[in-house]
């Protein structure tokens, strides 16, 4: 891979659709810079009670070295569609806006705010792109990932999905969404480098087939890696518990294996037998792990079977969100030079203005949100918060990893119990809009059905 194949400083602001660069250029001509407020939100849940919001981190550090470098402006130029004032606009463009945002890890619902961003028309509009693309997929990736590890409870959850996942910067970002969403581990060793995030594994059905006799790969391996866990499936599942028991038997008090690993066949009864060998043997101590094609149901599954496992290797369903693999988002104009905007279409509409979210609480449990007007105080806890003044964070905006991750798992256990576990619940989370917001609405509808007739 080439560095023109990567995303990185000198290009990022080319990570849009051609039309943010065309409509930039209109707004320029045209004179047309004061502030506006774009609103990203969901529309709809699809089949989740919550999402969690995630993300941010990622969009603060491409808003404060968002410009175009020499090679951008080059490659600009060479479309033969923008002029030379707008290219030396370009070359002086910075984010300079303010952006309000709901705490990385925060449980949101539909038409809440995730990000609003108040900036320049132009700059606001320019990046749209890369905001959707990167809290659309984190936000959901932490939401599966969420999902798996309460269908898991107490037992390990590992993110073995990379192999399979779109592309190298959706591996990264997931591993880290995954770890706000309080999994245990991940198999991506560059993600472990790059978020200090713990990784995991031991061995591949390779390296068995690779030896001779399954036998001498689990002692080689076992020696050389003491605290190993030993994949049992590559030719018959129960034979592989049975000479793992027998490599106890050989060590003796030397034995430190700390589990075996099922990969295939009927998973239930396979950690049922396994565990009855295991135990008759006197190897109580060591565990049994799963993976293949599991997902939050599949565990869920496998737990109300009775399975013994004791830890989770989830891969391609998690990794791709194969049930739900996109969210219904949107980047929405909502309003201009001090004036509400918003869409009219009746599926695709928009709040207009600028908003805040509080949520109530009933003995320390959710009971509602109200979408507000950004000037009003009503009862409850507000949700957005200015992480970035003027192109620059704020104070606020420095927060760990970790710190997210604490901050997903005690919102989330506030959420009501019903909201919290796998199934779609009917009727939902109740979100409802404030009096002023209502009329805000209604009065903006009216006067653009007026303007527009």
Do not use: W
């Amino acid at each position: 891979m080439t560095n023109s194949e990567r995303i990185h400083a000198g290009n990022a602001a080319l990570f849009t659709d051609l039309y943010q660069l065309t409509m930039l250029q209109a707004y320029v001509h045209e004179g047309m810079g004061e502030d506006a407020v774009f609103d990203l939100f969901v529309r709809r849940l699809g089949d989740r009670n919550y999402l969690v919001a995630c993300g941010l981190e990622t969009v603060l550090e491409f808003l404060e070295d968002l410009h175009f470098s020499e090679e951008a402006l080059d490659y600009v130029a060479a479309q033969d569609v923008f002029d030379d004032d707008f290219l030396d606009y370009l070359s002086r463009f910075r984010f300079t806006g303010d952006v309000y945002a709901v705490q990385e890890g925060t449980p949101v619902f539909a038409d809440e705010p995730i990000i609003e961003v108040v900036a320049p028309i132009g700059e606001a509009q320019l990046v749209e792109t890369y905001l959707l693309n990167q809290i659309t997929f984190q936000t959901n990736a932490a939401t599966k990932a969420g999902r798996v590890r309460r269908a898991a409870g107490d037992r390990l959850v590992a993110d073995f999905g990379m192999r399979r996942m779109h592309g190298t910067d959706a591996a990264l970002k997931a591993a880290r969404a995954y770890h706000v969403a309080g999994l245990d581990s991940t198999s991506n060793v560059l993600a472990g480098m790059i978020y200090d995030v713990p990784i995991t594994g031991t061995m591949a059905h390779s390296y068995i087939e690779a030896h001779d006799v399954e036998e001498e790969a689990f002692e080689a391996f076992s020696e050389l890696f003491p605290e190993t866990i030993l994949l049992v499936d590559t030719y018959d599942t129960l034979e592989g518990v049975r000479k793992v028991i027998d490599l106890a038997r050989r060590k003796g008090d030397a034995f430190d294996v700390r589990g075996i690993r099922l990969d295939s066949g009927d998973l239930a009864q396979l950690a049922i037998d396994s565990r009855s060998l295991l135990d008759e043997a006197g190897l109580e101590n060591v565990k049994i792990f799963a993976s293949s094609s599991l997902d939050e149901h599949k565990i869920t599954e496998l737990i109300d079977a009775g399975a013994p496992i004791d830890g989770f290797g989830v891969g391609t369903r998690m990794g791709t969100i194969a049930d739900q693999p996109y969210l219904d988002s949107a980047y929405k104009l909502s309003g201009y030079a001090d004036k509400p905007r918003m869409k009219l279409s009746s599926e695709k509409s928009n709040l207009p203005g600028q908003k805040q979210v509080f949520r109530t609480f009933q003995d320390g449990v959710a009971s509602g949100d109200v979408i507000a007007a950004a000037e009003e105080t009503c009862d409850g806890e507000p949700l957005l918060h200015q992480f970035m003044r003027n192109g620059q964070r704020m104070p606020i905006a420095d927060v760990t990893l970790d710190e997210i991750r604490a901050h997903a798992a005690e919102e989330l256990e506030r959420l009501p119990e019903r909201l919290r576990g796998v199934p779609k619940q009917e009727p939902g989370y109740d979100v409802r809009l404030s009096e002023r917001l209502e009329a805000r609405l209604r009065e903006t509808r009216e006067r653009l059905e007026r303007e527009q007739a």
